[in-house]
């Protein structure tokens, strides 16, 4: 990715931040509608063979024949909602990427999370750029490298946020969304993505 931004990674990969990428207002107003409009759901994973349920909501959305397997779950997407192919169209002037799919995570409230993970399959390619939109409450976003499980980095996503990984990131580090008691209001992380054919 071209960009003037300073990365945010000390080495093996990129990193950006747009704290502001979307004002308050507009954060505020898609916030509503893809909270009420987007068809969430509870989905299992499984885990070494065990299938559990997320502790979130998820919704994938994106081209047609589009589909995307990850942790034993396949999803099939739904056709681009207006807000979504809105903010993609947004986000591709910061990071000229053809995105052709989002994963929608619904946090619901502190207790939702995410766990220590790469964005690693093999249908995003080797060195996918993964550009990241957070609305509503503001939750912390840790990245750690992935063999040592030290250098551990922290960004606060807030309201409107952009962050953007590419290049070698999804190599050589992993992230998470952890457990947050004290938050008791809902999360939108949208992160788009590019599936190669075939997959
Ligand atoms: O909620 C976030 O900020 C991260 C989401 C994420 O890592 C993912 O969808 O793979
Ligand atoms: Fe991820």
Redesign the pocket.
Known sequence: MQTNQENLLPFHGNVYFFPNFFGDEESRELFESLYHELHWKHKPIKIFGKEIMQPRLTAFYGDPGTSYTYSGLQQAAIPWHPALSGIKRKIETACPEPFNCVLANLYRDGQDS?GW???NEESLGACPT?ASVSLGASRSFQMRDYATKSTRLSFELGNGSLLIMSGETQQYWE?QVPKSKPISSPRINL?FRHIMANF
């Open positions: 995410m993970h790469r964005d993964i992230h992160t």
